[in-house]
């Protein structure tokens, strides 16, 4: 199919760039000397996972049980969950999950392990615990005050492992806390296996951060605006474009997108929602749910009504999460479509 | 099911809340002399447009073909969908969906015009077409200086009919605007039928704008947090609950729910994104995707790890959107469990 017989918006995934960007991220992972495992919420697709691990992942992350679910049954047999994991349901769909399959959970706080601990001893199965430890954002996380206790707690349950520790995001600012971590879990006993980075910037600051061990890293299987003028990649790496029809001209100034909230999210970059490749001019100021509010005022050239034009988000997880399907795109060719098979698992 | 056999997060809607909202909302359009059209864009549920039309709606409101596709399957035939609808592949379904539905439109250019003509025509079939007039939010919208020529375009046309007018939203300063394009069609002898008004506020503003015909409201099915800082709506108007979990307690002054921008949307309002009824003096400050930050300092009592609270959401209608089902509640009791037919339709 040619890709103009898409109505819009549609999401279309440049799949060179997408594998261009899978090779990069792999070979600097190994030149480092760091396991790498994708975190799938960037895609939500089993079928863009696996090419990440015939790349060289070790596993995959997902943050939700349900997510989790949907690639397990694809055959991906390690995976990462980093997130407390709370209520007997939960912990009763990842025991079962864990029969079967590799599945490393994270906690910062006795209440967890304790239902964790509950859960596998239920299913007579064992889940390997990571600590998360708190960083400078303040978002979960314990203090390094907490980690022989809860390291403790693990290792005192029969039925889970104490796999090691867990930061996000990791820039430089978190290794002190890491090593000493690291330092008081060893002077009492307690060795740390995994060392786990993760977030948007984790592998331009890897090198800072020797005791890593592994990173989780999704947005760059697509990258997005933010990543861009975060300096962590080229336009040209930036593989997920919606195709958007102006579909109002109200004044010379004013162009409207039929790509709003429910196509390109709320979720905002320096405040704008994305940038047009056709108009870099163009400012996308405003979003309702179906209206995308532009700013020509800045742009020499500016479009007709019907005139496609292609946005690159501020944040492109958030837009696959939005949509059914994506479509891969080699030249001006559809060459797959692929069902968003994790889209919307909260649970 | 006792609604605590629910994994969080879960998107409550509250029975009798809703079915007071239904029940009010067409009370009081009644006694305005108004037509009363609800946006299904808040729910996206046919069973629910189903009580709206069985309360006395004149038809319901789509903002995508895809949408309208959906409910036209399920029985509604008097769908209006307020937008350009522009592309050979959407005419064509909008004409085909037009064969034995009754369907409204709007255009605010001439190609719009164009392009509807040409698919009515190839169908042999008619489409009803509102002018739709630029408001002070300055969205879509033709100027008044415009609307005799796009409605004798739309007369012109054999396969198309000029309904009227339509305004977004209608607030008592758009008044003076639908006087004018009246006056200016009248006096071209170009009757208006349809005068078409809509917004979160439309009802509260519409006494004072007696030229409008019909309303467009979605929202007040379900309210939001929005709507109460609005002053459109009381607290015990919210329909619409987010059932959550307390996942972490990082510091004294902070919780974190599994209530993510996944779950609640990235909109926000007076930089909140939702309120907590357990807990009003908290403030949701932060999503991450499945992470909202929560600032307890102004709180006496404060939650623990693994406790459940509810979220009324900034935006009702992004929620819907984010999730495969909605839960009705009547006390403790899950009444029924409603997939979000028209949920993710972009096209």
């Known amino acids: 199919m040619h890709?103009?017989?898409?109505?819009?918006?549609?999401?279309?995934?440049?799949?060179?760039?997408?594998?261009?960007?899978?090779?990069?991220?792999?070979?600097?992972c190994d030149a480092l000397g760091l396991r790498f495992r994708p975190h799938t919420k960037t895609h939500k697709i089993p079928a863009i996972a696996r090419l990440q691990v015939e790349a060289g992942a070790v596993g995959i992350v997902c943050q939700k049980v349900s997510e989790a679910e949907i690639f397990a049954a694809e055959g991906f047999n390690d995976i990462h969950i980093p997130y407390n994991i709370l209520g007997e349901r939960?912990?009763?769909?990842?025991?079962?999950?864990?029969?079967?399959?590799?599945?490393?959970?994270?906690?910062?706080?006795?209440?967890?392990?304790?239902?964790?601990?509950?859960?596998?001893?239920?299913?007579?199965?064992?889940?390997?615990?990571?600590?998360?430890?708190?960083?400078?954002?303040?978002?979960?996380?314990?203090?390094?005050?907490?980690?022989?206790?809860?390291?403790?707690q693990i290792e005192a349950a029969e039925h889970l492992h104490f796999a090691g520790l867990m930061v996000y995001p990791s820039v430089p600012?978190?290794?002190?806390?890491?090593?000493?971590?690291?330092?008081?879990?060893?002077?009492?006993?307690?060795?740390?296996?995994?060392?786990?980075?993760?977030?948007i910037g984790a592998l331009q600051h890897a090198a800072d951060i020797p005791e890593l061990t592994e990173l989780r890293v999704g947005t760059y299987v697509f990258n997005d605006?933010?990543?861009?003028?975060?300096?962590?990649?080229?336009?040209?790496?930036?593989?997920?474009?919606?195709?958007?029809?102006?579909?109002?001209?109200?004044?010379?100034?004013?162009?409207?997108?039929?790509?709003?909230?429910?196509?390109?999210s709320s979720d905002t970059i320096d405040n704008g929602y994305g940038f047009i490749l056709e108009y870099p001019q163009a400012q996308i100021y405003r979003l309702n749910e179906e209206h995308a509010y532009v700013d020509l005022s800045a742009c020499d050239e500016r479009p007709d009504v019907g005139e496609r034009v292609h946005v690159i988000p501020a944040h492109t997880c958030v837009v696959t999460n939005l949509h059914d399907q994506l479509y891969g795109v080699r030249g001006d060719t559809v060459e797959v479509v692929w069902a968003v098979a994790a889209r919307g698992k909260v649970w």
Chains 1, 2 share one sequence.
């Open 173 to 199: 600012s978190t290794r002190p806390l890491l090593q000493e971590a690291i330092d008081v879990l060893s002077r009492h006993g307690i060795g740390v296996d995994i060392v786990s980075g993760g977030g």
């Open 3 to 28: 890709v103009l017989e898409l109505e819009t918006p549609s999401v279309l995934i440049d799949l060179d760039r997408m594998e261009a960007n899978i090779a990069r991220m792999q070979e600097r």
């Open 90 to 152: 939960k912990t009763e769909r990842l025991a079962q999950l864990a029969l079967y399959n590799r599945i490393t959970v994270s906690a910062d706080n006795p209440k967890v392990i304790a239902g964790l601990a509950d859960a596998a001893a239920a299913h007579d199965m064992s889940l390997r615990v990571l600590i998360e430890l708190a960083t400078e954002i303040g978002r979960a996380g314990c203090g390094v005050e907490d980690v022989v206790q809860l390291a403790r």
């Open 225 to 264: 605006w933010a990543t861009v003028l975060k300096g962590y990649a080229a336009l040209d790496d930036c593989a997920m474009h919606v195709a958007a029809t102006v579909v109002s001209r109200p004044t010379m100034e004013r162009a409207i997108l039929d790509s709003g909230s429910k196509t390109l």
